[in-house]
C-alpha cells in the first residue's frame, strides 16, 4: 500500500530576495511573487486528491500553504508541525550570505562542502552549548516521518515547508547521510513526489524532484553565479515493450507511436533550452528519442555512445515478468528487492552497467571540463532506465543497492549540474521531470526496462 508525499517548498519571500539567511528566524514574509507561485502550486496539484496537509509553523510556509488550500477543491484542514520547521542557524540568522562568507568563512566552508562538521552554539542557562544543525535537523526529519507515517498508509500527504528541511525529509527517506546535505537542490515551490511502500525505514521512491515547471521556469536556474556545466538526462520515448511489460533490455526495440509523442513533447518542453552538445545511446529508442529533440537545435550533431546502452537483460530478454517467475522462481523478486545481487542469466549484473555508464558520464564531463568554468555548458544526454539510474544514484552518492529509489519515466528529463567545477560534487537540481507529458505526476507506462 503506497503512500505517497508531496513536497513543496515555500515561496519567495523577503529574505530570499535580499540574500538574507532565514533558519528559525521568522521575521521574513512572502512577497507578491511568493504567494503569486503558492497559487500556481495550487494549480499544479488540482485533480490530485489529498488526505492531510502540514506545514511548518514558520510564517513563509504557512502562509503558502494556506494559499494551497485556499485556491484547492476539497482540501483537508493544515496541521502545523515543530518537526518542519527549518535548519536552525542561530549565528548566521539575519545575515546576508555574502556577510556570512566574509565573516565565518571557515564555518561556510564547511556548510558548503562538509555541511555534516558546522558547528554552532545555542545559550541556554547553562551558558553557551555547541551543536550540529545539519545532524540535527536529519533527525527532525526521522521524528517527523517517524510520527507521520503510520497515520497516512496509503493515502497523499502534502507537507509545505522550507529548503533545509524538505531536503532532510528527501535525504532520510532514501539513506542519505548528514554529509549529503547539498547533493540536491530546492526551490521556491518546488515540488518534489515521494511514494514509500510502508513506514519509514522501508522503501522510497523518488517519482520526482525539485520540479518548477509550474511556475513558468522551465529548468530550475542554476545555482552558481559561474553558472558552469549542466547535463540534461533524458529517458528515451515508450516502446511497444514498455507498454506491455516486457524486458526489452539490449534488445533494440524502435519507439512506439506514443513514444514519437512523448520525445516530440519533451523536444517542445526544451525548446527553449540552450543545448551546447548532444550524446545518446547508440540503441535506436533512445537516438530516435534524441533526434526528435533535436529538431529544435538542428545546428548540433548527435554523438553516439555505446556505454550507454541499457542493461543486458540476457535470457529475461523479450520474456513477461510471469515466464520470467516461471523459468527462474525467486529471482525476479530478489531483482526488485535486491536488484545489486542478481546476475542475469547470460547478460549483465548492475555492477557491470554502474562501471560503464559511470565511465560513459566521466568522459562526458571530463570532456567538457576543458571548457571555461565560468561560461555555462549545458549537454542533452538520452538513455535508458537502468542506465540512468545508475547515474542518478552516482550523482547523489548512493550505491548500486539504491538503485529503485528513483523513478523514469519515458521521455523524464532530470537536471544536473556541476556549480563548483566536475572535481566537486555535482549538485541535483530536478529529477524525472514529465510534466510536459500530463502533470505533475508520472503517468508515464510503468513498464519494464
Given at each position: 500500500m503506497t503512500t505517497r508525499v508531496i513536497i513543496v517548498r515555500h515561496g519567495e519571500s523577503s529574505y530570499n530576495v535580499e540574500q538574507k539567511v532565514q533558519g528559525h528566524c521568522d521575521l521574513s514574509r512572502l512577497t507578491a511573487k511568493g504567494e503569486s507561485m503558492a497559487v500556481q502550486v495550487a494549480t499544479a496539484l488540482k485533480g490530485i486528491s489529498l488526505d492531510a496537509v502540514y506545514s511548518s509553523p514558520l510564517s513563509r510556509a504557512k502562509r503558502t500553504a494556506d494559499l494551497i488550500l485556499a485556491n484547492s477543491d476539497h482540501a483537508p484542514q493544515l496541521q502545523t508541525s515543530e518537526d518542519l520547521r527549518e535548519i536552525n542557524l542561530p549565528l548566521w540568522e539575519g545575515l546576508l550570505f555574502n556577510e556570512v562568507e566574509e565573516k565565518y568563512p571557515d564555518e561556510y566552508r564547511d556548510w558548503r562542502t562538509q555541511p555534516h562538521l558546522l558547528t554552532m552554539s545555542l545559550s541556554d542557562e547553562n551558558g553557551a552549548v555547541d551543536f550540529l544543525p545539519v545532524p540535527a535537523i536529519y533527525e527532525q526529519a526521522r521524528q517527523f516521518w517517524q510520527t507521520t507515517l503510520p497515520n497516512h498508509a496509503g493515502q497523499t500527504i502534502l507537507i509545505v515547508a522550507h529548503s533545509g528541511i524538505n531536503r532532510a525529509l528527501i535525504n532520510t527517506a532514501i539513506g542519505l547521510q548528514p554529509e549529503d546535505y547539498q547533493r540536491f537542490h530546492i526551490s521556491n515551490c518546488g515540488i518534489s513526489i515521494l511514494n514509500f511502500s510502508g513506514e519509514f525505514g522501508q522503501p522510497v521512491q523518488i517519482e520526482s524532484l525539485n520540479i518548477t515547471s509550474h511556475l513558468g521556469e522551465t529548468l530550475p536556474r542554476r545555482k552558481s553565479k559561474s553558472q558552469g556545466l549542466r547535463l540534461l538526462l533524458v529517458r528515451h520515448g515508450e516502446t511497444e515493450w514498455n507498454r506491455q511489460g516486457r524486458f526489452q533490455g539490449q534488445i533494440d526495440v524502435p519507439l512506439n507511436?506514443?513514444?514519437?509523442?512523448?520525445?516530440?513533447?519533451?523536444?517542445?518542453?526544451?525548446?527553449?533550452?540552450?543545448?551546447?552538445?548532444?550524446?545518446?545511446?547508440?540503441?535506436?529508442?533512445?537516438?530516435?528519442?534524441?533526434?526528435?529533440?533535436?529538431?529544435?537545435?538542428?545546428?548540433?550533431?548527435?554523438?553516439?555512445?555505446?556505454?550507454?546502452?541499457?542493461?543486458?537483460?540476457?535470457?529475461?530478454?523479450?520474456?513477461?515478468?510471469?515466464?520470467?517467475?516461471?523459468?527462474?522462481?525467486?529471482?525476479?523478486?530478489?531483482?526488485?528487492?535486491?536488484?545489486?545481487?542478481?546476475?542475469?542469466?547470460?547478460?549483465?549484473?548492475?555492477?557491470?552497467?554502474?562501471?560503464?555508464?559511470?565511465?560513459?558520464?566521466?568522459?562526458?564531463?571530463?570532456?567538457?571540463?576543458?571548457?571555461?568554468?565560468?561560461?555555462?555548458?549545458?549537454?542533452?544526454?538520452?538513455?535508458?532506465?537502468?542506465?540512468?539510474?545508475?547515474?542518478?544514484?552516482?550523482?547523489?552518492?548512493?550505491?548500486?543497492?539504491?538503485?529503485?529509489?528513483?523513478?523514469?519515466?519515458?521521455?523524464?528529463?532530470?537536471?544536473?549540474?556541476?556549480?563548483?567545477?566536475?572535481?566537486?560534487?555535482?549538485?541535483?537540481?530536478?529529477?524525472?521531470?514529465?510534466?510536459?507529458?500530463?502533470?505533475?505526476?508520472?503517468?508515464?507506462?510503468?513498464?519494464?526496462?
Open positions: 507511436e506514443n513514444g514519437r509523442s512523448q520525445a516530440a513533447q519533451a523536444g517542445e518542453f526544451l525548446k527553449s533550452v540552450q543545448i551546447d552538445q548532444a550524446i545518446s545511446s547508440s540503441m535506436l529508442r533512445p537516438k530516435e528519442t534524441a533526434e526528435v529533440i533535436l529538431q529544435h537545435h538542428p545546428d548540433l550533431e548527435l554523438n553516439l555512445r555505446d556505454d550507454l546502452r541499457e542493461i543486458s537483460h540476457g535470457l529475461w530478454e523479450g520474456k513477461f515478468e510471469a515466464e520470467i517467475e516461471q523459468s527462474y522462481p525467486g529471482l525476479l523478486h530478489q531483482w526488485q528487492q535486491h536488484p545489486e545481487t542478481v546476475q542475469m542469466p547470460e547478460g549483465e549484473n548492475l555492477q557491470d552497467v554502474w562501471n560503464r555508464a559511470i565511465a560513459g558520464w566521466q568522459a562526458i564531463i571530463n570532456a567538457a571540463a576543458t571548457r571555461p568554468a565560468n561560461e555555462p555548458y549545458t549537454i542533452l544526454v538520452v538513455a535508458h532506465d537502468a542506465v540512468n539510474k545508475a547515474i542518478l544514484c552516482h550523482v547523489a552518492g548512493l550505491g548500486a543497492e539504491s538503485f529503485w529509489n528513483f523513478k523514469q519515466g519515458n521521455g523524464a528529463v532530470s537536471v544536473i549540474d556541476y556549480p563548483q567545477g566536475v572535481e566537486a560534487a555535482p549538485l541535483m537540481q530536478a529529477m524525472n521531470i514529465t510534466t510536459h507529458l500530463g502533470g505533475v505526476l508520472d503517468k508515464t507506462a510503468a513498464g519494464a526496462l
